[in-house]
């Protein structure tokens, strides 16, 4: 059973950034595709961005393009995932996923998961 700890989540300023990891401690990172989810308070968890297994393409949703970066690191067992310009909407909890046969923005679909790592953004 993979197992995922995110990691790298506090409180920051709006326009600030912040890298958050998610590190594996199986073997099966390498043979999956990855991706963050976050869920705000009273909402729905929401897709973020993920990496496919090769890291040869990534996807993001509208609300972060152009501002997160999501990476991985095979040797490191880990993806990060870079939120530049935030902003207090981008306030959740954030959780990676893994999977091998996955729909990218379907949480559904991905088979194991970290806990989650709490992002606030002040004004």
């Not at 990534?58 to 990060?80: C, L, N, P, W």
């Amino acid at each position: 059973q993979e197992e995922l700890v995110e990691s790298g989540g506090g409180l920051v300023r709006a326009g600030d950034s912040l890298t958050l990891s998610c590190a594996a401690s199986g073997g099966a990172l390498s043979t999956s595709a990855m991706a963050w989810f976050r869920q705000a308070p009273g909402k729905e968890r929401e897709f973020v961005g993920g990496i496919t297994r090769t890291g040869s393409f990534t996807f993001y949703a509208d609300s972060v393009k152009g501002r997160f970066t999501i990476q991985r690191d095979d040797e490191q067992k880990a993806i990060h995932l870079l939120m530049n310009s935030l902003k207090p909407e981008d306030r959740a909890i954030y959780s990676c996923g893994g999977g091998t046969r996955v729909a990218m923005t379907a949480a559904t679909s991905f088979t194991y998961w970290g806990q989650g790592t709490q992002v606030t953004v002040a004004t």
